[in-house]
């Protein structure tokens, strides 16, 4: 036993030693990579400094070279500066190619090795090694020291597996923080032969990158997956962008991380045409506040807005939560028919004036109440914005008023007839009580005015009958007056600002550079024209239509918010990410169709992610019979790994809050990470005050806030109370079930029936 043990622990050394020997290897090569950084760093400044000088010149020619300068330059050192941080990941050894033709980047392009890369005795060298990190970095002779991980040469660190190889050997994920690196994690590709590198043995180093990736510890933001993106991922994230790419995929299979990792690869291979920007749709706020960290982390930021649902009219934010009820009512494509009446009667506020006075040519002129009746039908006769027929209505207004004067007959001549037209609608037009009179009868209406107006449950009841019914009616009208707005409010603002439309506005004068005014060049130059980073900062703040659109959690979006979200991407190309197994929607074929109806008749390019990555194989079991009930024959993603470690099983004892703290305290001692507590919504604020004072590593969120995170450790609270508090319960249940990553505990009450075991009715076989 002894000399076993000796034995071992020379193995050991051995290893330890390998592998500090590699890692310095990757250190070495690390410190050229910062040291050709700060070069690069040191040349952007240099331009910076440069286009200031070229300000000074003082003409038009040079200003506007100075503001394309800066913008240029201000970009590239941007994105230097974000990524001088552990920004290195990766590396691949690779055979001979196929073809010696080098690619942009300064990397062959070949996939597949060349004839007699292997020779007869399974042995080969290593022809080429890329690293691979987040932006691309060339040296002084343009040979590359860091590959994008966008590029097509990065593509096989990525898509290589052992069953198809490629040229890759070896492929290895470098562990850093900083400048210094802390561990390297290999993958052998080709385990039949053996390779050398600069006539030594290839080594390999640990138990593989993923499985080292998915044991570390969660935090309360999402890290990119970039040293760690599988095969079938890539190819989703790599798909052409033409028309509609459709991902679905269950819990766990990297969704959320794919959709992310898809904008900056789309931005990297044509810039140009996603100037105009890529709109990222998040169903909550949580998961935004969790994502946004990741696009900056891999090269990208400014080109896209990440934007929860209840986010996107600007000047509003979703802060409440609908009842089931209610949002079945706001969500669903009844509610267009609805807002478009409600559009209609809101021009007729209480007190609206029934007669028009008004003196001219010294007449009084008048018209009645019925009379206005038909002017306004006849306006409203067609389906324009009700905001753009404020013109038509002030026209048929004067050409009533015209007719009562009796001066159409006066002069037979034309050019007089049409001269004296001309005065009184001048004169009528400019009188004080006509403009009154104008805007308390055809008033321009804003969404939240109208939306005030639903509050009204007699008006709402006039313009929804034979749509909702009246007890729909009574709940909407009362959850509209409460303040604030709800994410099915959102879409029912952006509805009403479509219905009603905008009136044109003068457009404001901008303000001069100051620059302008100390060089005197402002009398030259009185409405200077915007620079491009001017234009580009001004156009990021009214977008409102996207050059490529990703949803994500698509399975979720109403009827209505597929509207919404239809108006941002009307001539874009789309990318949608889903799982309708996990879908809160109490009717997905509406949805479907309101989706269908969004993307209009693109085609569509279907990808299906099936390997859940996030949960332990005994968690999946346990949350597959939930799937079971929920959508019966549908499929589970494969979990890749198992702990041991099966979900633990609580019952209510001294009391919910008690037994759920206690539960809570004891996986924060298990874990190094966070700890997430899904309780049904209507428990949020209660079991916020139940964890107060056990730390920063445990939330407390409702069930639908719950999508698309993750959390080392997670405790659901009464399976029932989730299941039984919307038609789709089951569905939310499930995605409640695989928000953890090493365990999970059930806590059960007595409405789910726990068995002796504390197993709750619902995770029974």
């Given at each position: 036993m002894a000399a076993q043990a000796q034995q071992d622990s020379a193995v050991d050394s051995v290893h330890d030693s390998v592998r500090d020997r590699e890692i310095s290897v990757e250190?070495?090569?690390?410190?050229?990579?910062?040291?050709?950084?700060?070069?690069?760093?040191?040349?952007?400044?240099?331009?910076?400094q440069d286009a200031a000088r070229r300000g000074h010149v003082g003409t038009p020619g040079a200003l506007a070279e100075r503001d394309a300068q800066v913008f240029r330059a201000g970009i590239h050192l941007n994105r230097l500066n974000n990524e001088f941080e552990d920004f290195l990941f990766g590396r691949i050894d690779l055979l001979l190619g196929r073809d010696g033709q080098k690619g942009a980047d300064g990397a062959y392009t070949a996939v597949e090795p060349a004839e007699g890369a292997v020779r007869p005795d399974d042995t080969a060298d290593i022809a080429e090694t890329l690293h691979i990190g987040r932006i691309g970095v060339l040296d002084e002779e343009y040979a590359p020291l860091v590959i994008d991980w966008r590029a097509p040469a990065a593509a096989p660190f990525y898509r290589s597996t052992p069953v198809?190889?490629?040229?890759?050997?070896?492929?290895?994920?470098?562990?850093?923080?900083?400048?210094?690196?802390?561990?390297?994690?290999?993958?052998?590709?080709?385990?039949?032969?053996?390779?050398?590198?600069?006539?030594?043995?290839?080594?390999?180093?640990?138990?593989?990158?993923?499985?080292?990736?998915?044991g570390q510890a969660r935090t309360h933001s999402m890290r990119d997956i970039v040293a760690?993106?599988?095969?079938?991922?890539?190819?989703?994230?790599?798909?052409?962008?033409?028309?509609?790419?459709?991902?679905?995929?269950?819990?766990?299979?990297?969704?959320?991380?794919?959709?992310?990792?898809?904008?900056?690869?789309?931005?990297?291979?044509?810039?140009?045409?996603?100037?105009?920007?890529?709109?990222?749709?998040?169903?909550?706020?949580?998961?935004?506040?969790?994502?946004?960290?990741?696009?900056?982390?891999?090269?990208?930021?400014?080109?896209?807005?990440?934007?929860?649902?209840?986010?996107?009219?600007?000047?509003?934010e979703a802060t409440l939560y609908d009842s089931p009820a209610v949002a079945r009512a706001k969500g669903s494509s009844r509610m267009l028919r609805v807002l478009r009446k409600a559009a209609r009667g809101a021009l007729e506020p209480e007190g609206s004036p029934n007669l028009l006075r008004?003196?001219?040519?010294?007449?009084?002129?008048?018209?009645?109440?019925?009379?206005?009746?038909?002017?306004?039908?006849?306006?409203?006769?067609?389906?324009?914005?009700?905001?753009?027929?404020?013109?038509?209505?002030?026209?048929?207004?004067?050409?009533?008023?015209?007719?009562?004067?009796?001066?159409?007959?006066?002069?037979?001549?034309?050019?007089?007839?049409?001269?004296?037209?001309?005065?009184?609608?001048?004169?009528?037009?400019s009188e004080d009580s006509f403009l009154a009179f104008l805007d308390a009868w055809w008033p321009e209406l804003t969404p939240g005015a109208v939306l005030a107006a639903m509050a009204d449950e007699k008006r709402l009841g006039r313009w929804a009958r034979r749509i909702l019914n009246p007890g729909e009616v009574r709940k909407v009208a009362r959850s509209l007056r409460r303040e604030g707005h709800s994410v099915h409010d959102i879409a029912l603002l952006d509805e009403l600002q479509a219905v009603l439309g905008t009136p044109a506005r003068p457009r404001k004068r901008r303000e001069l550079d100051p620059l302008d005014q100390l060089t005197g060049l402002e009398e030259l130059m009185p409405q200077r024209e915007e620079t491009q980073w001017e234009r580009a900062e001004r156009l990021a703040q009214e977008r409102t239509e996207y050059a490529h659109v990703i949803v994500d959690e698509a399975q979720d979006l109403t009827p209505m918010q597929w509207r919404m979200v239809g108006r941002r991407g009307r001539h874009a190309t789309w990318t949608v990410v889903g799982d309708p197994a996990q879908s809160s929607w109490s009717d997905p074929d509406e949805a479907a169709a309101a989706r269908d109806e969004a993307l209009g008749t693109r085609p569509r390019r279907r990808f299906e992610l099936t390997v859940?990555?996030?949960?332990?194989?005994?968690?999946?079991?346990?949350?597959?019979?939930?799937?079971?009930?929920?959508?019966?024959?549908?499929?589970?993603?494969?979990?890749?790994?198992?702990?041991?470690?099966?979900?633990?099983?609580?019952?209510?004892?001294?009391?919910?809050?008690?037994?759920?703290?206690?539960?809570?305290?004891?996986?924060?001692?298990?874990?190094?990470?966070?700890?997430?507590?899904?309780?049904?919504m209507n428990r949020r604020?209660?079991?916020?005050?139940?964890?107060?004072?056990?730390?920063?590593?445990?939330?407390?969120?409702?069930?639908?806030?719950?999508?698309?995170?993750?959390?080392?450790?997670?405790?659901?609270?009464?399976?029932?109370?989730?299941?039984?508090?919307?038609?789709?319960?089951?569905?939310?249940?499930?995605?409640a079930l695989t928000r953890a990553t090493q365990q999970l505990t059930i806590v059960s009450g007595d409405r789910d029936e726990p068995d002796a075991a504390g197993v709750p009715d619902l995770l029974r076989d």
């Open positions: 250190q070495a090569h690390l410190d050229r990579v910062y040291r050709r950084l700060e070069e690069k760093i040191h040349e952007a400044e240099f331009l910076m198809d190889p490629g040229r890759v050997v070896r492929r290895r994920v470098i562990r850093s923080k900083g400048r210094r690196v802390l561990g390297v994690e290999d993958d052998l590709m080709r385990p039949e032969i053996t390779a050398y590198l600069d006539g030594e043995a290839l080594p390999v180093i640990g138990d593989g990158a993923l499985m080292a990736a998915l760690s993106i599988q095969a079938e991922q890539d190819l989703v994230i790599r798909a052409p962008a033409a028309s509609v790419t459709y991902v679905e995929g269950g819990p766990g299979t990297g969704k959320t991380a794919v959709a992310l990792h898809r904008a900056a690869y789309l931005l990297y291979q044509d810039r140009r045409r996603y100037a105009g920007g890529i709109l990222i749709v998040s169903p909550t706020p949580l998961l935004v506040a969790y994502t946004e960290g990741v696009l900056p982390s891999l090269g990208e930021e400014g080109q896209v807005a990440i934007r929860a649902i209840g986010s996107l009219v600007d000047g509003a008004v003196v001219a040519f010294g007449r009084r002129l008048e018209l009645e109440a019925e009379e206005l009746a038909g002017i306004r039908r006849t306006v409203l006769g067609g389906t324009a914005p009700v905001n753009l027929l404020r013109p038509r209505a002030r026209r048929l207004l004067l050409d009533a008023l015209w007719g009562r004067s009796g001066a159409a007959g006066r002069h037979s001549d034309p050019e007089l007839a049409a001269e004296l037209r001309s005065s009184f609608d001048e004169d009528v037009s859940n990555y996030r949960n332990p194989a005994e968690i999946a079991e346990l949350a597959a019979k939930v799937l079971a009930l929920a959508m019966p024959g549908s499929s589970a993603p494969t979990a890749v790994r198992s702990t041991g470690v099966e979900p633990r099983f609580a019952v209510v004892g001294d009391g919910l809050a008690s037994t759920v703290r206690a539960e809570t305290a004891r996986l924060l001692d298990l874990v190094d990470g966070t700890v997430g507590v899904v309780v049904a604020e209660e079991a916020r005050r139940w964890l107060a004072g056990l730390g920063d590593r445990v939330v407390a969120l409702g069930s639908l806030e719950a999508k698309g995170l993750e959390y080392d450790a997670t405790v659901v609270v009464s399976p029932a109370e989730i299941a039984d508090e919307s038609p789709a319960g089951l569905r939310v249940l499930y995605v």
